[in-house]
């Protein structure tokens, strides 16, 4: 028999062990993933949401409905988490989980639209029984192995998905137009997995919540510490948002720019270019300040800052992750010295308010002409065209002033002869009412309900002029709700009603 060299020997049994090795290690990869899979799917919900939104084109009337289907989780206190999105505009909501074949109504607790997360619940207690809630984990890492799960498109069953963390950084959140903490995961999603767990060592490492379109395998969800800054946000019974500091800051990669500031090699930071009235800025910072650091965590010149695992992202996070009404301590450099700024945290408006999910729009008739406040989805129904004014105040993001709080436009004109030669100015501005500037809708309507006498004078932005005949005006109206099948009054002015989210 041919012995082996005792040096050759001990290499294969090293190779053999290590083969071994690998074999064990993966058995228990397998063992640990089954394991997570039990627990998770039980847990793991789909929900059916039957829509209703407002037309904004024809603010008096809904859309069609729709049927939309997203996934939850169900974590402690007989909550599901799931999306925003998923229960935006929703009529009727049922939820189903794997080992029960009834589905069950559900309704809203709690949503925060601006970090697209809700919590719902359902009233009949069965739902829950025998089910183990999910927990909140930490922040995830890059290249940390993950699995999403959820209720995809192509079956009535709960999938799950494997991938790893690619990429931790702020990003726009679709449903909001905010941008925010993503993690960018490379797990397959698909339609129907939003609202779906993301799991990662046991724990919800985020919420599945949109995909990047003609990429394969590139999903975002909303990372954990934005999940727990939501339920935090939740504990009093009222959501206030999320914060913003409300100054528009630059990057400061230019030496000359440093040099110019007196910034000098050793201190980096973003540059302060304005600040929005009226935010939590507003009064402590100013033009030409230097950010030097948020609550200690130092400002590259690139506006970011380090996040525990190495990974960096806008430092707008370490805002963004508080609760409003919360402090935050900025490191500034401002004419020639270190110095520190303490900010209370609060959110503020701008003249294109965020989206709100009203159950009806706001609007006025009068004389045939409609009238709307500008929000978030009266721009997004215009699609191809955003008149020059309008389209400034949205993408600039123009902030609210002592003087004008929202912006009204002429969306429509209901053809009468009481508005003939008005068709044109539709999407102009309104500017003052009796030669009172308007602040908002509602001083608008105001307005125009106290105005007296028997003309109307409304000037636009464009320092047109229109002259409505009060009489003539309000017998026209009576004319066209019937024409048009408009129900009720010419305008709904239960604010409250009209604009609070659910």
């Known amino acids: ?82 999306n925003a999105h998923n229960v935006a ?20 607790v709690h949503v925060d639209h601006s970090c697209d997360l809700a919590l719902l619940t359902v009233d009949d207690s069965a739902f829950f029984q025998g089910v183990a809630p999910l927990e909140i984990g930490e922040m995830p890492r890059i ?29 726009t959140y679709v449903h909001s137009q905010r941008d925010l903490l993503v993690v960018q995961i490379d797990a397959a999603l698909n339609p129907g997995n939003s609202g779906g767990p993301v799991i990662g060592d046991g724990k919800i490492v985020a919420i599945a919540m949109q995909v990047l379109e003609d990429a394969e ?41 440093r040099r110019y500031l007196g910034l000098g090699e050793g201190r980096t930071g973003s540059i ?22 948020v609550d200690g965590l130092p400002v590259a010149n690139d506006c970011t800052i380090q996040l525990a695992g190495g990974a960096r992202t806008d430092f707008s996070y370490a ?9 935050v301590v900025l490191r500034i450099w401002r004419s020639g010295r270190e110095q520190n700024v303490s900010l209370v945290l609060k959110d503020y408006r701008t003249l294109v308010s965020e989206p709100s999910y009203p159950r009806r729009c706001r609007y006025r008739i009068e004389g045939g002409i409609v009238f709307q406040p500008v929000d978030q989805h009266l721009a997004e129904s215009l699609e191809d065209y955003i008149p020059p004014a309008v389209y400034k105040a949205v993408v600039l993001e123009e902030t609210q002033s002592p003087e004008r709080g929202e912006l009204v436009v002429i969306t429509s004109v209901l053809p009468h002869a009481v508005n003939r030669g008005y068709e044109d100015w539709v999407w102009d501005i309104v500017e003052s009412v009796q030669g009172v500037p308007v602040r908002d809708f509602d001083h608008f309507n105001q307005l125009l309900d106290e105005a007296d006498g028997q003309w109307i ?46």
């Open 1 to 82: 028999m041919q012995r082996i060299p005792a040096s050759r020997a001990f290499t294969y049994a090293l190779v053999i062990a290590c083969l071994g090795g690998v074999v064990v290690t993966s058995w228990i990869r397998q063992v640990i993933a089954r394991a997570e899979t039990e627990q998770v799917i039980p847990a793991t919900v789909q929900i059916t949401t039957v829509t209703a939104a407002p037309d904004y084109a024809k603010p008096w009337q809904l859309e069609a409905t729709k049927t939309i289907s997203g996934s939850g989780a169900i974590i402690g206190g007989h909550r599901i988490l799931t």
């Open 217 to 257: 395998n590139v999903g975002y969800g909303i990372p954990a510490p934005m999940i727990a800054r939501f339920l935090v946000d939740a504990e009093d019974g009222e959501i206030a948002g999320v914060p913003r500091m409300g100054a528009y800051c630059l990057p400061m990669e230019n030496d000359a720019l």
């Open 457 to 502: 004078n409304i000037t636009l932005d464009d320092a047109s002029r229109l002259v409505i005949d009060r009489g003539a005006a309000r017998a026209a109206d009576e004319e066209l709700l019937v024409s048009f099948g408009i129900p009720g009054d010419r305008w709904p002015m239960s604010s409250e009603g009209l604009v609070a989210a659910r």
């Open 89 to 108: 505009w929703a009529a009727s909501i049922e939820v189903r989980r794997p080992g029960l074949q009834k589905k069950f109504s559900a309704h809203v």
């Open 319 to 327: 805002i963004e992750r508080k609760q409003i009404g919360e402090s």
């Open 272 to 293: 302060v270019a304005d600040v929005g009235y009226g935010s939590s800025a507003w009064g402590n910072l100013q033009r030409d300040d230097v950010i030097l650091a």
């Open 143 to 171: 290249e940390s192995p993950v699995a999403a799960y959820g209720y995809p498109i192509g079956g009535e069953t709960a999938s799950a998905t494997s991938g790893i963390v690619s990429r931790l950084e702020e990003d």
